[in-house]
């Protein structure tokens, strides 16, 4: 480490002062760098971590938008009001049967007929509501606002079921 630091910051004096120097330096730009992630991924609750994780991970659109800029502003504060009854579940569930199976599949595994040829592919529900990114305001805002942003197939909802039906939906698919 103490080597590479020298080659890299070729500094006139004795060695003892250039490594001295060096090191300061070095240390100085690592506590920046920490101080700029943590007061970016404070603002945008996820900010440049999110995205260099994204990349990392060779994730595109809706989750790599999540990582780096969390669920938008209109949805951010939402959760289920719903209890998770039997009425509200078996409601839900036909709903999503009429809506969401053809592409999502009977059991939520992203498998339906009707998203075979999609690309993006249709989301495995199952294994994104296991992530503990499925917040319900996700959930929400992914059902509402569609993937139009991320060129994807999935429809918005927000003007083909109410609030309530969208929220029977979620829970129906929590308890899956
Ligand atoms: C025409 C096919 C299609 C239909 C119908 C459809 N979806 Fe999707 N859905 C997609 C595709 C494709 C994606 C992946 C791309 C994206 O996130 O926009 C997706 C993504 C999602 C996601 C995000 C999951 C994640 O981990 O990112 C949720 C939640 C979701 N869909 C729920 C639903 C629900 C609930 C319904 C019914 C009300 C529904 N979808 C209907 C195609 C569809």
Known sequence: MKRLVLKLLPLKGNMKTRGFVSAAVMAGMMLMALGYFIYDGH???????????????????????????????KYAELSNPLPSSPENISAGKELYNINCMSCHGETGLGDGVAGKSLDPAPADLISSLSMPMSSDSFLYWSISAGGSAFNSAMPAFESVLNENERWQIITYLRQL
């Open 43 to 73: 603002q945008r609750g996820g900010g440049m971590m999110g995205k260099m994780m994204g990349m990392m991970m060779n994730e595109t659109g809706r989750h790599s938008f999540l990582m780096s800029n969390g669920v938008p502003q």
